[in-house]
């Protein structure tokens, strides 16, 4: 597709030579995302957006995240379910228990933290799985 004049002259000055934003352009060149999109992602962008708005477009983009939202909490409830059963579960419940009976963790977040950095999963985990698997 040839490109127009307007096209040329708006690249050459406000693009330095390169293809970005155009608006004379119909269409910006397809990416391919850095990363896979994730929750805090589509969280992100739910926070940027006028909820207040009636427009139609923000409306359906709003439905379009709500329904992203809820596919991806899924899909990390399933993740976290499938690495959390209940005898691992059972396991790493001990495993705290005896630290903390021992006297290896002590209420404090310095404490807390060292030790969940040791064992590589963190008590919110853990309590997000007991109430989980029971």
Not at 48 to 60: E, G, M
Not at 103 to 109: D, F
Request: net charge negative; proline share 5%.
């Amino acid at each position: 597709m040839a490109r127009t004049k307007q096209e040329l002259t708006y690249d050459a000055i406000h693009n330095e030579g390169g293809e970005g934003y155009n608006p004379y352009r119909d269409t910006l060149p397809e990416t391919e995302p850095l990363r896979p999109r994730v929750l805090e992602d589509v969280y992100h962008e739910l926070e940027r957006i006028d909820r207040h708005s009636s427009h139609p477009a923000t409306v359906t983009r709003l439905a379009s995240l709500k329904a992203e939202c809820e596919e991806l909490e899924a899909e990390r409830a399933a993740t976290f379910a499938a690495e959390w059963t209940p005898e691992l579960t059972a396991a790493r419940r001990a495993e705290w228990n005896a630290k903390v009976r021992s006297g290896q963790v002590v209420s404090t977040p310095k404490s807390v933290v060292a030790a969940e950095r040791e064992q590589g999963w963190t008590v919110t985990d853990l309590e997000k799985a007991i109430v989980l698997n029971g």
